[in-house]
């Protein structure tokens, strides 16, 4: 199946708040990230953001293209720079009327990604800031190359949709009881384990989904590739 769209992909930059799918403007390419990840934020008429979704190397970024349409109210903003490969909209239109198991599979990764929005929305509204601090870590954590990686009070605050000071005071617990270290701009991950304990149902459900439908080893840290 890759073999099939390889000679139309070419590998791409992602640079830090790098904006790969502007809101209301068609879409030129589709992303499919190797490392890094983006975040895709709903933007209100105030101008305040917040975060109803994340991609990295488990999925792809220009699901409308997929779902047959040019344009969406959705950003996709790079929150961790890397690379990835990317593929023109109208090559990428032609290779799923070509290849209908490419276009089946992405069909599942739109469910899954269907299905964390979904639970963010749920989980934004039911769920206190310490255990949403948790599932979005431990969501970073397993699209991370490692243990550590670039992370910010503004962009965290702008991903729970809550103010600074409640995230400092979030992130504090959490690096009180040994599960994180966050100093100068960088989140690291010591107590995975103890961090899944602290999170809400939610993340498990997402997680537990994605193995279904790609068969992802239960409890390995990391994500499927489509």
């Not at 639970?119 to 039911?126: D, I, L, M, P, S």
Request: overall charge negative; hydrophobic content about 45%.
């Amino acid at each position: 199946m890759l073999e099939a769209i390889w000679p139309r992909l070419e590998p791409a930059e992602l640079a830090l708040r790098e904006v790969l799918q502007p809101i209301g403007t068609p879409v030129r390419h589709v992303y499919f990230p190797e490392t890094g990840w983006a975040s895709m934020l709903a933007y209100l008429e105030d101008g305040d953001a917040a975060e109803v979704g994340l991609v990295g190397r488990e999925g792809m970024i220009g699901l409308p293209v997929l779902l047959n349409a040019d344009s969406d109210d959705i950003e996709a903003l790079v929150q961790c720079p890397g690379t990835a490969l990317r593929m023109e909209a109208g090559a990428f239109r032609l290779a799923l009327e070509a290849h209908p198991d490419l276009r089946d599979l992405l069909l599942r990764y739109a469910l899954v990604h269907h299905s964390q929005v979904a639970r963010t929305a749920a989980c934004n509204g039911r769920h206190g800031i310490e255990q949403r601090l948790a599932r979005w870590l431990l969501m970073g954590h397993d699209r991370a190359e490692g243990d550590s990686y670039p992370m910010t009070h503004e962009f965290l605050s702008m991903m729970l949709g809550v103010r600074r000071a409640g995230v400092t005071v979030a992130a504090g617990l959490l690096q009180k009881a040994g599960f994180i270290r966050y100093a100068a701009g960088r989140m690291e991950i010591t107590d995975r384990p103890g961090l899944e304990s602290a999170a809400c149902e939610c993340y498990g459900i997402v997680r537990r989904l994605s193995e279904a439908q790609f068969g992802l080893a239960p409890g390995a840290k990391g994500t499927y590739r489509p």
